[in-house]
Structures are given as structure tokens and as C-alpha cells.
């Protein structure tokens, strides 16, 4: 997968950028994805641990607890948590069974993209 590939992550991504200039506002967008993915976290089963994992990293990010982690990884990392709050998907969230394929496709790519950059992370919170 790459942005490329679905107009809406390369959509997602640059507005990844821009969140990434604003600490603040990515706050925030962590904490609407947090309840998006609390409402729904029976349909997002396999994806929780990795979309845990980027909410924390860039919730410590965003406060300045941690920000050994390259740009490029904070910005994937955001452009996934905007991709799953965003409203258009490729696959539509609303579909039974199959509106979080996508969502679960991203995450899963940006987790495999940054896994360095979060295996340093997680030893930084002592969870290695």
C-alpha cells in the first residue's frame, strides 16, 4: 500500500503534515480517534494494539515527552490516525464486516513502514 495507490491516504498523509506542525491540534485528533476506536473496537479486534501503539506515540510526541522519532514517522503515523477519523474511505465504514479493511490496510502498512521507530518507542515506555 502506498499513498499512491488510494487518493484518500495520500489525502490523509498531507494532512498529516500539516497536523504535524500543529502538536495541539494532532491532541486532538488522537482523542477523536480514541473514541471512534472505543465505539467500535469489536470491528477493529485486530487492529487495536497497532492503533494503540500509534496513539501513544503521537500523544507523547504532541506533549514533547518523546520526540526521538523521525518526521517522516510522526507524519505516518498521523496520516493513519487521519485516515481512520476520516469520513471517506475506500471502503465505507458503515459496511458490515468490511468498512475497516482499509482502515486496518493503512494502519497496518504505516506500523510495518515506522516497526523501528516503534520498537524504540515501546523501550522507551519499557513495553519492549
Same mark, same amino acid.
Given at each position: ?7 484518500? =491516504?495520500?489525502?490523509?498523509f !498531507? *494532512?498529516?503534515? &500539516? ?7 494532532? $491532541?486532538?485528533?488522537?482523542? #477523536? =480517534?480514541?473514541?471512534?476506536? !472505543? *465505539?467500535?473496537? &469489536? ?7 497497532? $492503533?494503540?501503539?500509534?496513539? #501513544? ?52 502498512w ?14 522507551g515506555?519499557?513495553?519492549?
Amino acid at each position: 500500500m502506498t499513498e499512491a495507490k488510494d487518493p484518500e =491516504a495520500g489525502k490523509a498523509f !498531507e *494532512k498529516a503534515r &500539516k497536523y504535524a506542525s500543529q502538536p495541539g491540534r494532532a $491532541l486532538d485528533l488522537v482523542d #477523536r =480517534a480514541s473514541r471512534k476506536a !472505543e *465505539k467500535h473496537s &469489536k470491528a477493529l479486534a485486530r487492529v487495536m494494539e497497532d $492503533l494503540s501503539i500509534l496513539f #501513544r506515540l503521537v500523544k507523547a510526541w504532541a506533549t514533547g515527552r518523546y520526540r526521538q522519532v523521525p518526521v517522516r514517522s510522526i507524519v505516518l503515523a498521523i496520516g493513519a490516525i487521519v485516515y481512520f477519523v476520516g469520513p471517506i474511505d475506500a471502503i465505507p465504514d458503515w459496511i458490515v464486516a468490511l468498512g475497516y479493511l482499509d482502515d486496518a490496510a493503512v494502519i497496518g502498512w504505516v506500523v510495518h513502514s515506522i516497526r523501528e521507530d516503534l520498537a524504540d518507542f515501546r523501550a522507551g515506555e519499557g513495553r519492549a
